[in-house]
């Protein structure tokens, strides 16, 4: 076969540089967009931020529910790619300077700052150390103090834990007993349990005798503490021969003490959400507006721009390249938020009647509807919902939130699964704690309502919202 030469014509989708940041910027949330802009901010010259002392108001209007094609713009997924010319000056044009903050303000001077928590190993510790114990009965327990797990439990034997000591430190296994009832009875009770029944009773026993209902908590933890978790109160008073106002207290009691004794001492930080996008009533018409605290205030470096102008040699090839890129990212960034608004007045649209009434008059929606009346891609919906929030006047939903699916009404229309959901949470938090609704005992009651829900449905929109089944629901 001998080598020959063929021409042919083939169509292949190529996504330019600018594309593929647009693609990226669109699918970050705010957090990350932040990240991005101070990398950006850091690497290049040509960017700068603009002076956050300042105070600006962003210009676009929520008014216009498509600002981007208003400039013939193509959103920051459906752009074609084409390296244009755009606009470098949107911080400028978008943020206006109305003054400057007061040098004098010592209110930004200094920040307030937490005291800093100890956890369970410092607290313990500091207890021990406060003591009257000698100092080889602090050393013992503060060995056990060591082997706790998170939950301030006592998981492992003291068996195994004696076998772990040298000889020649001539710890026994009558000295690791005696230290343990020492650590359990240090300040937080329950402290020191090797399983859920001793962490109950430690706590129980803390607490004055004349507490009415005590001595019967402590039979129930000793003893049914089965029982009560199945909710077999039947039972439970023909083992105890109490009636319901006895068993009743004595659940109170139960009920309010910590499983978990560790939790109390836990360090988690407070996750806060920065909303893109804020939704208000205005003339009777529910209109969604950008949040400017989520948007990063960008704009070329002017000074080094007009350097780059004069310059016209090949060293300034670098800085044009630099200029070029934030030229795109400025642009990209501002495609971001646009589409973002787009989206989110959209949803407004559709929702309205949540924003009036709540969970309940939720309507379905997917993301092909709003793909369909933006004329965008329904992955460009799917990048602008996922971790996009909106502050309402009920709170503050991932865009996500607002879709689900429907389901078919005897009346021929649809019911969202987040107004089922709502209607579910609304019967048992209506239900008689003594008879509480079983799942298909709900199924019947939505239909009857007109919502055909199989009762597997309801079970599982149940489950998702975390609430118990109908055995473990029932109280005195």
């Known amino acids: 076969m001998k080598p020959a030469l063929q021409l042919r014509q083939s169509q292949q989708l190529l996504l330019t540089p600018q594309l593929q940041q647009a693609i990226k910027l669109l699918q970050l949330s705010t957090l990350e967009i932040n990240q991005e802009a101070s990398r950006l901010l850091d ?25 981007t ?18 606009t470098p000056e949107w911080g400028e044009a ?17 920040q307030e700052v937490a005291a800093e928590r100890p956890n369970l190993r410092e607290h313990l510790l500091w207890q021990l150390n406060m003591s009257l114990l000698d100092e080889r009965d602090k050393k013992i327990i503060g060995l056990l103090v060591d082997a706790l797990d998170e939950n301030a439990y006592l998981s492992q034997p003291l068996e195994e834990i004696v076998e772990i000591f040298p000889e020649e430190l001539d710890i026994t296994l009558d000295d690791l007993e005696t230290a343990l009832v020492q650590l359990q009875h240090l300040d937080a009770p329950g402290i020191g349990a090797r399983d859920l029944r001793e962490c109950l009773t430690l706590q129980l026993q803390a607490i004055p005798e004349d507490v009415p209902g005590r001595d019967m908590a402590l039979s129930i933890v000793g003893e049914h503490l089965d029982l009560l978790a199945a909710r077999d109160f039947s039972k439970l008073k023909r083992v105890l021969r109490c009636d319901d106002d006895a068993l009743r207290t004595a659940q109170d009691l139960i009920v309010h003490l910590q499983p978990k004794p560790g939790m109390a001492f836990e360090h988690r930080a407070a996750d806060y959400v920065v909303p893109d996008v804020l939704v208000e009533k205005v003339g009777g018409i529910w209109k969604a507006r950008l949040n400017p605290e989520a948007m990063p ?7 080094y721009a007009n350097i780059l102008q004069q310059r016209g040699d090949a060293s300034a090839q670098g800085m044009a390249t630099q200029l070029q890129e934030a030229r795109w990212f400025i642009k990209n960034l501002q495609q971001r938020f646009e589409t973002i608004l787009r989206v989110a007045q959209a949803i407004a649209q559709r929702q309205r009647q949540f924003f009036e ?20 891609h329904e992955s460009t919906i799917s990048r602008v919902t996922t971790q996009k929030f909106m502050l309402t006047p009920r ?14 009404t005897d009346a021929g229309g649809a019911c969202s699964s987040t ?16 008879q509480p609704l079983s799942d298909s005992r709900m199924s019947e009651i939505l239909a009857q309502q007109g919502i055909i829900v199989a009762r597997r449905t309801v079970a599982k ?14 109280s005195l």
Do not use: C, W
């Open 43 to 67: 690497e290049n010259p040509l960017l700068e931020r603009i002076d956050d002392n300042a105070n600006q108001t962003y210009s676009g209007s929520s008014d216009t529910a498509t600002p």
């Open 69 to 86: 094609q208003e400039r013939n713009e193509p959103a920051a997924s459906e752009s074609t790619g084409q390296d244009s010319d755009p």
């Open 94 to 110: 978008n943020f206006s300077h109305a003054g400057n903050a007061s040098p004098d303000d010592e209110d930004d001077s200094f």
């Open 297 to 303: 205030r960008l704009r070329i470096n002017q000074v």
């Open 357 to 376: 009434h709540g969970d309940i008059a939720m309507r379905p929606l997917v993301l092909r509807e709003i793909a369909e009346q933006l004329e965008l």
């Open 395 to 408: 709170g503050i939903y991932e865009f996500k939130y607002f879709f689900g699916s429907g389901l078919a």
């Open 419 to 434: 107004a089922i959901r709502a209607l579910i949470k609304q019967m048992v938090s209506e239900e008689d704690t003594r």
């Open 461 to 474: 929109y149940r489950e998702s919202m975390n609430i118990l089944p109908v055995n473990l629901r029932k």
